[in-house]
């Protein structure tokens, strides 16, 4: 099966921006986390999904985003190992490309509390890989 390359609007809120009155660097966090749902449930609907837990998070900001703009988030799997996969996100502003993040998650047992296998048969295609 291959995964999916998932697009995500965002309805920004007041509470996202800080200060400086733009969107503080913790929403895009948010902001992935919503798209990382969508992309989970897309492959729900032809594919079991294990339990997954968050191991690392990397965002690269490029370019301010304010309140009232329209957000948007491509997200897709580029990277997938046997536990293990990255899930790859640009972060739009107004169609402009304001971040770029990347989530490692790794497949997880709620009762042993240890890693798992992610299914075999998730693929994904060369252009997805980064």
Request: hydrophobic share 40%; glycine share 4%; charged share 20%.
């Amino acid at each position: 099966m291959e995964l999916p390359v998932i697009n995500t609007k965002i309805q920004t809120r007041f509470f996202d921006t800080d200060a400086l009155g733009h969107i503080s660097s913790s929403a895009y966090m948010n902001y992935m986390e919503l798209a990382r749902a969508d992309f989970f449930m897309e492959i729900a609907k032809t594919s079991e999904v294990p339990v997954t837990v968050v191991v690392n998070i990397s965002i690269d900001y490029l370019q301010e985003a304010t309140f009232g703009q329209t957000i948007s988030v491509k997200s897709w799997c580029s990277k997938l190992g046997s536990k293990s996969m990255v899930i790859s996100s640009d972060i739009y502003a107004n169609e402009t490309l304001a971040a770029k993040g990347k989530v490692t998650v790794v497949g997880f047992n709620m009762e042993t509390r240890q890693s798992i296998t992610l299914p075999e048969h998730w693929q994904i295609t060369d252009d997805q890989k980064s």
